[in-house]
T-cell receptor, first 111, second 114 residues
Framework: GQSLEQPSEVTAVEGAIVQINCTYQ??????LSWYQQHDGGAPTFLSY????GLEETGRFSSFLSRSDSYGYLLLQELQMKDSASYFC????????????FGTGTRLQVFP | DAGVIQSPRHEVTEMGQEVTLRCKPI?????LFWYRQTMMRGLELLIY????????DSGMPEDRFSAKMPNASFSTLKIQPSEPRDSAVYFC????????????FGPGTRLTVL
């Protein structure tokens, strides 16, 4: 079977740092992606990790440990506009076009 | 670039009616994906195409669902007959073969089946 686990909800205040974890169990793994989705909006791509380690893009960083089947998204200097749902997604199987999405973590940022 | 275009944005129909959702991918993208999002089941891949050819339709829930991509700039997802449990937001996404896993999502179609 395939499963991706994320916390359902995380809260934080402006300016803080928050980490959203993702653990996965899939048959075949090529990489881990993160997407952001605001209420009523469409998912938008944030990052992709194919190799172990940390990828940094501005205030957002993403980490992957293939041996632990684990990754996280790190959001720094939180802003109100970061309130959204965040999904991890696994590139699955031989064909990396197919993504399996986690259930999402709802982040609420308070002033 | 206009991004991925979907129509209609909202659709309300009655059980048993045929529903057709439309998608125009970003020009030059060679992969197209149809997803369904509900609170209960999250974001599910229904089917995807590479170069207009269906590659994996294992996520299509049942025979009432069908998808076509007659050319590189247009795809449809059809539900016939529709049922209340089909109510969801349906997203279309496209991808450039050089952009790894960056899929570009359209605004979605919110379908309500009464």
């Amino acid at each position: 079977g395939q499963s991706l686990e994320q916390p359902s909800e995380v809260t934080a205040v402006e300016g803080a740092i928050v980490q959203i974890n993702c653990t996965y169990q899939t048959s075949g793994f090529y990489g881990l992606s993160w997407y952001q989705q605001h209420d009523g909006g469409a998912p938008t791509f944030l990052s992709y990790n194919a190799l172990d380690g940390l990828e940094e893009t501005g205030r957002f960083s993403s980490f992957l440990s293939r041996s632990d089947s684990y990754g996280y998204l790190l959001l720094q200097e939180l802003q109100m506009k970061d309130s959204a749902s965040y999904f991890c997604a696994v590139s699955h199987g031989r064909n990396t076009d197919k993504l399996i999405f986690g259930t999402g973590t709802r982040l609420q940022v308070f002033p | 670039d206009a991004g991925v275009i979907q129509s209609p944005r909202h659709e309300v129909t009655e059980m048993g009616q045929e529903v057709t959702l439309r998608c125009k991918p970003i020009s030059g993208h060679n992969s197209l994906f149809w997803y369904r999002q509900t609170m209960m089941r999250g974001l599910e891949l229904l089917i995807y195409f590479n170069n207009n050819v269906p590659i994996d339709d294992s996520g299509m829930p049942e025979d009432r669902f069908s998808a076509k991509m007659p050319n590189a700039s247009f795809s449809t997802l059809k539900i016939q007959p529709s049922e209340p449990r089909d109510s969801a937001v349906y997203f279309c996404a496209s991808r450039d073969k050089y952009s790894y896993n960056e899929q570009f999502f359209g605004p979605g179609t919110r379908l309500t089946v009464l």
